[in-house]
């Protein structure tokens, strides 16, 4: 803020450096973009690999259970959300929602929607396949739909997503989804014991 007026942040990276401003050359908001744009796309056209290998670390998250179940799923929180944060920031562009849908949508986080829609594409959809709030970026949805394809259970995109529940934002999706598929399993046991 300069006189209470927003500054003209990193869009205007020619006028800063008229000023004397420090405007590093390599880290352009365009350039991030573009970097983080090939990365999610890389990501989508290898949905299919990426699904297979989730299948086997949910597995092993799973296996894992009675050492979460140990340790306390609150103290282990923090640092498997780091790791989360990392490698799903990387590869997807990740938001930490907490409620991860990748695996139904192709590799294609919706929460890199601008207007963070989880069921579907606006109507603005470029004719290019680019998004018209951001038009140098491609639709999360039109990547969404294309991820889909690759995948084994790729008509999971189909399924209604609920609204994204903001308590759970900056959680482990990992952890949870690892809870719920050990309650799962324990009750499963004991509706076939009883």
């Given amino acids: 803020m300069v006189d209470g007026k927003p500054g003209p942040g990193n869009a205007a990276p020619a006028k800063k450096a008229a000023t004397g401003a420090y405007t590093p050359a390599a880290v352009s908001p365009n350039r991030r973009a573009r970097r983080s744009y090939t990365i999610r796309l890389w990501s989508v056209r290898h949905s299919r690999f990426l699904e297979w290998f989730y299948g086997r670390f949910a597995d092993a998250f799973l296996w894992l259970h009675p050492v979460w179940n140990r340790i306390g799923y609150g103290r282990v929180e923090r640092p498997v959300t780091f790791v989360e944060r990392n490698v799903k920031g990387l590869l997807f562009d990740c938001r930490m929602c907490g409620q991860c849908v990748l695996s ?91």
């Fill in 104 to 194: 139904s949508t192709g590799m294609s986080c919706p929460m890199n929607c601008p207007k963070q829609l989880r069921n579907g594409p606006c109507g603005g959809v470029r004719a290019n396949g680019h998004c018209e709030v951001e038009p140098d970026m491609p639709c999360v949805w039109v990547q969404a739909w294309a991820g889909s394809r690759n995948m084994v259970n790729g008509d999971a995109i189909l399924k209604v997503q609920k609204p994204v529940n903001q308590s759970l934002r900056e959680t482990s999706s990992w952890l949870r989804v690892t809870a719920e598929a050990a309650a799962a399993r324990e009750n499963a046991k004991k509706g076939e014991s009883a």
